[in-house]
């Protein structure tokens, strides 16, 4: 584990597309039991070093049902992204996650994290590409259909302040997959 993540430490894969020298953000340990999946560090993660350390990580928190000591915990939770470093801002929010880095580092990281139990897909970028053809047309679709990719996977919209229309649309969601999602949380970190 220490050597891999030394070596991502490193790594200038996409360093020309990105608008500040790359900082791979990730947390992951070998005792990890969940592993949640987000999208590419934004400017305040990146500037921090510290994933999810933004209001984007407070609601996912407070979807968890834990707190950032229990969070921040690499025996409870590993938190890697689908692009590691800030990929920088476009005309709507940041941009999406630079595709080079799921399929470098991701089935590396998986093998040295045996204890995973669930693996939560924030966004659709991670639900692309661990649902494959199985994910639903939309979004909304596939976070509704999330107790079908239990026990192993977990879709989840991405808890941005951005997503406050899509979430009051959905309010299934409160009601149905975040009282799923903290119980399944519950019983694999107790």
Known sequence: MKALLSEISQCVVCAASLPHAPRPVLLVGPEARILVIGQAPGRKVHATGIPWNDPSGDTLRVWLGVDREAFYDPRNF????MG??????GRRGDLPP??????LWHARLRRVMPHVQLTLLIGQYSQAHYLGDARGATLAETVSRAKEF???????????PRNRLWLRKNGWFEAEVVPLLRERVRAILK
């Open 98 to 103: 630079r595709p080079e880095c799921a399929p």
């Open 78 to 81: 590993a938190l890697m992204p």
């Open 150 to 160: 239990l026990p192993a996977f977990l879709p989840l919209p991405h808890p941005s």
């Open 84 to 89: 590691f470093c800030y990929p920088g801002k």
